[in-house]
């Protein structure tokens, strides 16, 4: 009587992977068609030869990587049952997260003031339109991801997860670790494609 509950619980663990995973897909192909777009705009008469990226986005390359390493952390001391440690890793991420967010927006801050571009008006150019765009799309994810984040602390904190009973914690790792891949594409992409 026990196997057939387990194999429902494993399908529907698998199904929800697998709708986060189709879920993944359909955005990375959304994230392919804005970058592509933006090599389409290179061709551009009013395309800016000399684009930089804004010092704060190196170090929002730098947080968003610690926070998927917290995140591993957090993986690997609940699967040892180090509770506290765990807690301590999720609640570290978070906040690497929120720092993620910060140096998005102190980003778009060096741009407009330090480069003396805007995302739209007299003072924009679509060089920089599109990155503020793309950006702007990429923190909705991240945000998404904080609120998920937020979900598996509280979880988490009332004692739902165990070593075998985690699916809220793997699939926002799993979502979680998208969006810092998905940061590291733009950011490359970015510095070399310019």
């Known amino acids: 009587m026990n196997t057939p509950l387990m194999n429902e619980f494993e399908q529907k663990s698998r199904a929800k992977k697998m709708l986060l995973w189709f879920s993944m897909v359909s955005l990375g192909m959304s994230f392919a068609g804005l970058t592509s777009a933006y090599v389409v705009s290179k061709e551009r008469a009013d395309w800016l030869e000399d684009l930089q990226i804004p010092p704060a986005f190196f170090m929002s390359l730098v947080l968003i990587i ?11 001391s609940m699967r040892q049952s180090a509770s506290q440690n765990a807690m301590v890793a999720l609640v570290t991420t978070w906040i690497l997260g929120l720092g993620f967010v910060a140096t998005q927006y102190l980003g778009f801050s060096q741009i407009y003031n ?23 799309v990429h ?56």
């Not at 610690?66 to 690997?76: F, R």
Request: glycine share 6%; hydrophobic share 60%; aromatic share 24%.
């Open 139 to 194: 923190l909705a994810h991240i945000f998404g991801a904080l609120i998920a984040l937020t979900v598996v602390i509280y979880n988490h904190f009332k004692q739902r997860y165990s070593a075998g009973n985690a699916l809220g914690l793997e699939l926002a790792i799993l979502f979680w670790h998208f969006v810092d891949v998905l940061w590291i594409y733009l950011f490359l992409f970015f510095y070399f494609v310019r």
């Open 66 to 76: 610690a926070s998927s390493l917290t995140l591993e952390w957090a993986k690997k």
């Open 114 to 136: 330090d480069f003396g571009y805007a995302f739209t008006g007299p003072t924009s150019n679509i060089s920089y339109t599109f990155i503020f765009l793309i950006v702007v």
